[in-house]
């Protein structure tokens, strides 16, 4: 039995004798009364809160607070058309060209600047380098910033938030942090334009969060954030930069934080390459955009250190062979991102 979201709005009393039939199940309340009632602890969510059955709203996706995030996700997943299609939704395109003009921040996919930082020794330079070229395929703004080695991995790990802050004072737009033993696969900002927080970080079905990847909008509460993990680390010397988030991670989910918005991002923005437990086996095909190779691991012997050797010679391989976007893109890349830049206000 297939249920329509429009059609329960619509017409809920006949959805409900509908689904009673269909399942043998008695609804002893009207649908319509739902938002009259306690909703559990463990179901309160976003997108599922109280609220009256309204049909005004259904066709709210077209206006222009929604309508742009509907317009990234077509873009993003073209795929979606044919689901439209196989539904009986919509069977040709000219609602979308409609959407675009009235949503056309969906269409940006204007460039922030990546960050990332990294010890000035052989093995972290090389990471640097193989970093920045995986980023020039793109012609994306990169700052990569060499530091002295702090005398052991935790404490340079440790050095992360303090980095950040510097950074987000220093530059306008927003910012990418990426670990430098990463490369990137494709554009990430066609995603993360359509973010709506202060601050995105991937936290995986372990629960934990993980650093590598960090999304800072320029805004009052990503400065928060970034003043709140110093905080967090600075009360612990011995956690490493990310066991902060995990405990921002588990809060998000129980507490209403009003100083700063935080989203997750998915999987393929910090991808760790042989981590195949990373994604529910429901979706276990994930493309990386964003792909972390765990540099850490030049330090042991074993395994874990052969796979990742095994994936930098064939990730280095492929750097060498697959040129860099053609001159015409280029130069489209560089005017636009002069365009943006002159868009947005700078600092005092």
């Known amino acids: 039995m297939t249920v329509r979201y429009e059609d329960v709005v619509s017409n809920a009393e006949e959805q409900r004798f509908a689904l009673s039939r269909f399942t043998g199940f008695p609804f002893e309340l009207p649908f319509a009364d739902f938002y009259k009632s306690e909703i559990s602890e463990r ?3 976003p997108l599922n809160g109280l609220r009256p059955v309204d049909p005004s709203r259904i066709a709210s996706w077209k206006e222009a607070g929604n309508a742009a995030r509907v317009v990234r996700q077509f873009r993003l997943a073209p795929e979606l058309f044919e689901s439209l299609d196989a539904w009986k939704y919509e069977t040709n395109r000219d609602w979308f060209d409609e959407l675009t003009k009235v949503a056309p921040e969906g269409m940006d996919d204007s460039a922030g600047l990546i960050v990332a930082y990294f010890t000035e020794d052989n093995h972290y330079v090389q990471e640097a380098r193989r970093l920045e070229a995986s980023v020039k395929r793109f012609y994306l703004p990169l700052s990569l910033t060499g530091i002295s080695n702090q005398g052991d991995w935790l404490v340079n790990v440790r050095f992360k938030a303090r980095f950040l802050s510097h950074v987000r004072k220093a530059h ?47 805004t009052p509460g990503a400065s928060h954030f970034l003043g709140d993990w110093v905080r967090r680390i600075d009360d612990n010397p011995a956690a490493w930069d990310q066991h902060p988030l995990d405990d ?72 060498i062979a697959q040129p860099a976007a053609s001159e015409s893109d280029a130069q489209e890349c560089v005017i636009r991102r002069i365009l943006l830049a002159s868009q947005r206000s700078r600092r005092d």
Request: glycine share 6%; with cysteine; net charge neutral.
């Open 248 to 319: 921002i991670a588990r809060e998000q989910r129980t507490i209403n934080n009003t100083t700063y918005r935080v989203q997750f991002l998915p999987p393929s923005l910090c991808w760790v390459f042989d981590r195949v437990g990373q994604v529910s086996s429901l979706c276990s095909e994930v493309a990386p955009i964003i792909e972390h190779l765990q540099a850490s691991r030049e330090g042991k012997s074993g395994p874990l250190l052969e796979r990742r050797r095994e994936r930098i010679a064939a990730l280095d391989c492929q750097l």
């Open 172 to 218: 306008c737009g927003p910012l990418l942090y990426v670990d430098v033993d990463s490369v990137i696969h494709r554009d990430p900002w066609p995603y993360l334009n359509g973010l709506d927080c202060d601050v995105a970080f991937c936290a995986f079905r372990d629960g934990k969060a993980r650093s590598g990847t960090i999304y800072l909008a320029d």
């Open 43 to 45: 179901l309160r969510r």
